[in-house]
């Protein structure tokens, strides 16, 4: 009996390889979940149980999992959008710069987010449609994965035809499980080959109160398998307009060996060598600018318990003009891999993620201050933390990884005396 007692007692209800590989490496030890465990790698439909009101079940010091109780704040699509809004109102009340607006209207900053509204709020959307007629529009279930549930309109009567056949006419009435966003299509997206991809990144959250966050270095691109055209033709031809793989392995053309995968740092030399240093450094300052503010969105109403941490799955779209937008989060990026890299990269994702979250393989114990030293994070970086921005004062020099200074909104942050983006290597 001595010798099991220091050691960590995992359980997870996600059979992955990736997973389970991970705590045999470190001579963990696997338990049923009615027994005694110190970490529990959950499925989103776990958590809500455990957190539930009625089961009242409490975690005690030596117990953490992988999710934050209402982590759907950042998840689902509508709310991860009505936070932000929130947030954007709350930035404008203040007077901070972050905040400002152009002649139009517009956020300059903050105009990270397609166009989104809810589908309740019909008549709103149809006023937005009115203004301009020409636009695509992307409609997604708010809480469904993988691509699933996804089309693209361009008429009004195609809404009204979807609004008939789901069942019941009112879009109130029906349960929230079927909630639905629509957004504007970003249909000048920055194709490579001439096809549309997407960035999958992953930040590790810690803590939300004070916010500390990680981005992985080794992200990815998908890429569909058809080339793109915004042709309204091929609206319905998901291999042009959606980079889930899930949908994309489907296809005709689908690569087995590489996926339709591309490591985020092939895209950087890409850019580099095709639009020049300067705007590649530009766009991912930009791209883990708008993480941090998402971040910062909902960080005010998460339920940030100290059991809790989280690994997060960005989906960004960069358009012809080099902006970033940010798609939407997801709570459980797959840990499925369809290829020899993807297997490793997963592998290694958790790897990471383990050692941040359980320092030095030990039992947990959830008071901890949640900041492990440089040499444990791996391929993570930090890319935010609260306390260290704002014991840094607002003066400090915002400098890019370039040594450029991280262009306007490093200092009009500054200025304002927001916490900012602090730790470029």
């Not at 539930?52 to 975690?59: A, D, K, N, P």
């Not at 985020?264 to 503010?293: A, C, M, P």
């Amino acid at each position: 009996f001595q010798i099991m007692a220091g050691k960590v007692k995992w359980v997870t209800d996600i059979e992955k390889s990736v997973l389970i590989n991970n705590f045999e490496k470190r001579g963990w030890i696997q338990v049923a979940e009615n027994e005694d465990w110190n970490f529990y790698w959950m499925s989103v439909q776990t958590i809500r149980n455990v957190f539930s009101v009625e089961t009242g079940y409490r975690l005690s010091d030596d117990q953490i999992v992988n999710h934050f109780p209402n982590h759907y704040e950042l998840t689902r699509k509508d709310l991860m959008v009505k936070n932000i809004k929130r947030y954007r109102k709350e930035l404008e009340k203040e007077g901070s710069p972050l905040a400002e607006k152009d002649e139009n209207g517009k956020y300059i900053y903050l105009d990270f987010v397609p166009v989104t509204f809810m589908l309740p709020d019909y008549n709103l959307f149809v006023e937005e449609f009115r203004k301009n007629p020409s636009c695509t529009w992307i409609m997604k279930p708010c809480g469904k994965a993988q691509g699933k549930g996804i089309f693209l309109i361009n008429k009004l009567s195609q809404i009204k035809k979807w609004s008939r056949d789901s069942k019941t006419s009112s879009f109130v009435s029906q349960s929230s499980k079927e909630a639905y966003v629509i957004s504007l299509y970003i249909n000048n997206p920055l194709l490579i080959g001439g096809k549309k991809f997407d960035l999958r990144l992953y930040v590790l959250v810690s803590t939300y109160r004070p916010l500390r966050c990680y981005m992985y270095k080794l992200g990815f691109c998908r890429f569909c398998t058809v080339k793109y055209t915004p042709s309204t033709s091929e609206l319905d031809n998901m291999f042009v307009h959606l980079t889930n793989v899930a949908i994309q392995k489907h296809g005709d053309d689908y690569n087995h060996i590489h996926g339709g995968k591309w490591t985020v740092s092939n895209l950087r030399l890409y850019l580099e060598s095709t639009r020049g240093k300067e705007v590649t450094n530009k766009l991912f300052d930009e791209i883990h600018w708008i993480i941090v503010q998402s971040l910062k969105a909902v960080a005010p109403v998460m339920n940030n318990d100290k059991h809790c941490f989280e690994c997060y799955g960005y989906d960004i779209i960069i358009d012809d003009k080099l902006k970033p937008w940010l798609i939407e989060v997801n709570a459980s990026p797959s840990l499925t891999s369809s290829t020899a890299n993807d297997r490793i990269l997963k592998y290694n994702l958790i790897n990471d993620t383990l050692n941040i979250a359980v320092p030095n393989g030990e039992i947990p114990d959830c008071k901890w201050n949640k900041s492990p030293p440089k040499e444990v994070l791996g391929n993570y970086e930090v890319l935010y933390d609260e306390e260290m921005a704002q014991s840094d004062g607002p003066d400090r020099d915002l400098r890019g990884r370039s040594g450029q200074s991280t262009g306007v909104k490093g200092n009009r942050a500054r200025d304002s005396g927001k916490p900012v983006l602090t730790t470029w290597k």
